[in-house]
């Protein structure tokens, strides 16, 4: 009796373990039915872009081309990042981007990206214009070419990846990726709000003779308004190559330099200007270099660029 005791317990505990697998195989499957659901329901999508093209989407892209830097790096912040299978040739974030096919620079090899067999191109309207021949061959051969556009602000910028997140089926990602942004930035300008003495900044984004800086309906100067600091040149509009004696005598408190990535040793080549000597950035020794991507590149490491500024110019306040 004992021994059909545990025959009949062992019997019921497989069928509960059978059970219980099949339960789970279901659950899986009901899962993937609704995936897939919501990827029919999606798709296709039509969507003006940046040239004012209609461009259609039948499916949600398995293979990505990126012709631009801003565009990979939204893409991958989609969580995208296998899905593309090549990008340009300046790109150089995420790190993954460095195993990924390149396709060329400013002039992209259209051949290459046909080769790539790509769903979708992600172009942009800073570059298409130039590249208007290459891009229609793409068109006719089926390739949907998406022109993203030029984000002169964030919002723009926030537009950008809706766009990029509608046309790859990840709207919900971009949703919520837009919105740490906005939190990032809201901190940001919460924490700035403390600061009693606002001060003067100069950006330079390219070095001596000819020395270009930002002014007004450009990312920096948003950028610097966030945090509470003033730019010197934003009394003027767009990127402008600005007079040494004008700056001299603006006599900014903090000098920010972009291009280190490409200058030895730029805070000292400042520092060591003639001229300047009686300037407060210089007497302070308040010069700092920043890496340019993350506050030229129209992506989300634009809120990065925003927290590096803001260390920069308020180390005792955005510790």
Known sequence: MKRLHWLLLALLLTIGGLAGCGESKDQVQKEKNVEEKAEVKDFPVS??????????IEKKPEKIVSLIPSNTEIAFALGLGDEVVGVSDFDNYPEEVTKKEKIGGMEFNQEKVISLKPDLVLAHASTALNSQAALQQLKDVGIPVLVVNDAQNFEQVYDSIKMIGKAT????????????MKKRLAELKTKAAEIKEKKKVLIEVSPEPEIYTTGKNTF???????????????????????????????????????YGY?????????????GWENVKAIKN??????????????GPRIVEGVEDLAKAIYPEVFK
């Open 47 to 56: 969507i003006k872009d940046a040239s004012d093209q209609v461009v259609k």
């Open 169 to 180: 089926g990840e709207s919900e990602n971009a949703e919520k990726l837009i919105a740490d």
């Open 220 to 258: 920096m100067n948003e950028m610097l308004s966030w945090i509470n600091a003033e730019n010197i040149a934003a009394d003027q509009e767009g990127w402008i190559k600005m007079d040494q004696e004008a700056m001299i005598q603006k006599n900014p408190d903090v000098i920010i330099t972009t």
């Open 262 to 274: 490409y200058v030895e040793n730029p805070a000292e080549k400042v520092l060591s200007r003639k």
């Open 285 to 298: 020794k308040q010069v700092i270099d920043i890496n340019s991507d993350r506050v030229t590149r129209s």
